[in-house]
């Protein structure tokens, strides 16, 4: 490879992300330029939609196409920044862009949980870099974090919030007492949930984060599709209440976690104890918690999404390219995940351990306590703390139960015999707790 | 540069962090070799002890040596690791591997806060890398996160919790109540502070691993002595128990800011909100936040010191070393520190601004609150909170106050006035407020 002095750049879709990529080359261009010790071009900009002002950008001065192929096409672009989003055509264009030797940075989470093995495979064939910093948790530097600063751990576990708009959500349930539907409508006219928000608070968009930080902590690829997903629909006033009495907090978490010669790959809503970094992570904000087997524990927060904070993380990614091109350093294929020759299996959920959070809601009469102790007891699973406030009524009262570490495949069977009891009203509500004792 | 099968180590140091490190490479070696992409040989140990046992290691089986000059002047050695610690000889064995070409990982946060300057100019002119990650916030992978992840950004700001035995002691005063020199003799007892504790606990540690944060995020070389460092020592139980009642928590923070066209640049205990994700950070942890223009609020948390966090951190330099050594890849003069082109200048202490908490130890009779509050306002300083419990005793009571923003120098020469009025009694204790109001 020979020295470039300026490195052309083609960007894919003009959104919010995009238009921050632009906003940052035109502020500070020579900070950019100074650091990637070249110039920088961007040589074209390609969107659907050409006419759509976008706040803060000239579209006029722009280079701008409606023609993704003429970017792809083009010999002279080095670097492609695919901020099109969704899987196809993305997937296409980021293949084709690898295929012509040109080195992608994408912040499509959505793609490289579903498709990022083809893709990484294609950048190690053609010989060139897929990087995807701002995929992860928007502006936290955490995929450099765990690829190269913890390279020399083991990582045993890692816990995150990383969907900003099911965190929001939560803080504000847990902040003001109000219930799921209520805040998901306020977050909606505010502009921290989409009108869509299917994809976040089903945990979805948390899984194909968790799958992509997978791939990079324990070097296996798991399938999207194997990854146990709940969102936090079903998350009630009354759990948050209850778990602030039992000095818990309740979060979207994505948990990876090896144990017993596999790993664990799950997104559920969680308890955590109040006094764990994790809890003060509030509002829109990410964080990631990772423990590996020489560092300990580490923390990393910041903003998960939003124009600036994820055009951050797509510039980190481009100016490390524009480096390596203007010094004619080549593209290392190990560099690209890939599986590790240890690489763990994934776990089945029901294998899972854990400690639980049950509320059942029982008619109010005596005995019924003893029943469900009972079939806990005969599932193998020891309670560790109870709340129950009779109210002498007769509607069913909440029984809260936290129970000791037990296995998923226990608590499914316990919860099945338990919602059949007579006593009791409606299907239990279980929250998985982690962390340890509050 | 031609490639090369086996990276030859040469390893300066083995007290707890060197040990670590080569635990690191015994235990994992299939895993750093494979992430290096070529052998690693750890082909020097040198240490004036060769006899003492270092737990967990045979140092039959090291190549130990008490000559570090037989390292230095071996030319098959590719990588020096400094971990000797302190300024000479440490500071001449850098200088000696990088004329002789080679590449050097330290943790020596002291010798580069003195002459971090003079060695990375070394490296420049003979083309080798220098690389401290180990050197600050221990195995939290930060050096990284400001050079590279936030490489598009201009930092705004950045205050960090750098010094785990303060922590340590701060968060134990602030639990349990107790008096400083209490918890400093615990402190030592139980290993968490030197039998020696000045570096540590008077704020010198703090200054230097600043200094080398601001080289990165501010790109300008602060003399270390112009750095305002105060320690914890003068932190009070009292002063503990009114930040609580306030809203506060105490830190010993190391603070950068950009600010009217400079920076400031200071070490000294700090009331923040305890609802601040740094107030979270308790005992031996260490916590940094950063504000970027683009990325915003940034939090970095995990173990500041110990043997396997510092030893991850060395690792992950020496890993990338490896690596590019074994691929033929030239150090690149550009990621060496550098003053940047627009390097802002240190501001003088005096004209900072920030809220201040202050306890006047004052007689408790009438007037005593109002001369103090005139006294503030003559000097244009305005009063946000006040505390005041008389007792109706003749002893003198503290007058705890918070103030609105204000310039330093306005606050020393009110303090100045204050501590000449006849109902005072002794120096008023001043403690720097930051983050907003609690």
Known sequence: MTSVGEVHIGLLGLGTVGAGVVKILQSQRAMLEERAGCRLALAAVADTDLTRAREGLDLRALPMTNDAARVLGDPGVHVVIELVGGLEPARTFILRALAAGKHVVTANKALLAHHGAELYEEARRRGVTLAFEAAVAGGIPLIRAVKEGLAANSILSLAGIVNGTCNYILSK??????????VLKEAQAQGYAEADPTLDIEGMDSAHKLQILVSLAFRTFIDLKDIHTEGIARVTAADIAYARELGYRIKLLAIAKAADGGVEVRVHPTMIPATSPLAAVSGVFNGVFITGDAVGDLMFYGRGAGQMPTASAVWSDALEIARRIAHGIPALALELPSVGPAALPLRPMETIRCCYYLRVMAQDKPGVLSRVAGILGENDISIANVIQKGR?????????????????????????????????AGATTMIRVEGGPA
Chains 1, 2 share one sequence.
């Open 173 to 182: 349930m847990t902040d003001e007492g109000i219930d799921f539907s209520l």
């Open 392 to 424: 002498g009524t007769r509607e069913a009262v909440p029984v809260v139960i936290v129970t000791h570490e037990a296995r998923e495949r226990d608590m499914r069977a316990a919860l099945a015999k338990i919602d059949r009891l007579r006593d009791v």
